[in-house]
């Protein structure tokens, strides 16, 4: 019986192995054009702040309606916004546990700054919610600390820092991209000190979408804001891109794979 098990458990290793040699060999290591970047950024911006959050809210939703018109990208009036940011909170605190099994890098807090104002005209985040920006900031901190690693990193190591950096790359914009529908406050915490041309995009990236989150849903300043941002988080993903093909050999990158690559545990998206 024991070595019969031993023959499954090494079968099952086994084909884990072919399936992962697989994978590998038929991804694509070409590095994205910025038209394509840009694509991609676009379309994970969609999946964040409407995709997911509108699959997890259900019909049975009181503000259904709402719901709709945001995701047939009609504007919103601004106490149509007050309303839908509400209920949008509402859902994912009610996924919070999933949220939570998905990604290590979600941040919450209690009553977090409730002197400071807030996208919905009230004061602070009450009750217990992920803190978007404070999430971000957490994964830009590992982005910048998986490419400072690279020059210095052995094959494994590189291969390893790569693919985690594009997976930091992905969740800045899904903890991002559902903040500007949510209920935020105008305030986050400082960038800390890493390269100037992650910081720059990053920075500009953020600030664009804080915008778009006190503005009313899908109206021009709405539009305007956070066509910005993910302007500039496109051009961070082009930074990230270069930095990773530069220190990678061409089988380093191909194991690795691109952003977005089913092994840097990505969504797979639908590209317009």
Request: with cysteine.
């Amino acid at each position: 019986m024991l070595r019969w098990l031993k023959r499954g458990l090494l079968g099952l290793v086994g084909v884990a192995i072919l399936g992962l040699v697989a994978v590998i060999a038929v991804q694509d290591a070409t590095p994205f054009t910025e038209q394509e970047l840009q694509r991609r950024a676009g379309a994970l911006f969609a999946y964040g702040s409407v995709e997911v959050p509108h699959d997890l809210a259900g019909p049975e939703l009181a503000e259904h309606a709402l719901f709709a018109k945001v995701g047939a990208g009609q504007a919103l009036s601004k106490d149509e916004s007050k309303a839908y940011r509400r209920a949008f909170q509402g859902v994912l605190a009610a996924n919070q546990r999933l949220f939570r099994a998905l990604d290590n890098n979600l941040v919450f807090a209690t009553d977090h700054a409730m002197e400071a104002e807030n996208s919905i005209c009230g004061q602070g985040i009450a009750g217990r919610h992920d803190l978007h920006a404070a999430s971000a900031l957490s994964n830009f901190s590992e982005l910048a600390g998986n490419l400072e690693a690279l020059p210095k990193a052995g094959a494994l190591s590189r291969v390893f820092n790569a693919n985690e950096a594009y997976k930091n790359l992905t969740d800045l914009m899904v903890h991002l991209a559902p903040a500007v529908q949510s209920v935020v406050v105008d305030r986050f915490d400082d960038l800390p000190e890493v390269d100037a041309a992650l910081a720059e995009p990053f920075e500009r990236f953020r600030l664009a979408f804080q915008r778009a989150s006190f503005a009313p849903i899908n109206s021009a300043e709405y539009r305007v804001a956070t066509g910005e941002g993910v302007a500039a988080y496109a051009q961070l993903a082009q930074v990230v891109q270069s930095k990773i093909t530069a220190e990678l050999s061409p089988l380093e990158h191909k194991i690795a794979g691109r952003w977005l690559a089913l092994l840097s545990v990505s969504p797979q998206l639908s590209l317009p």
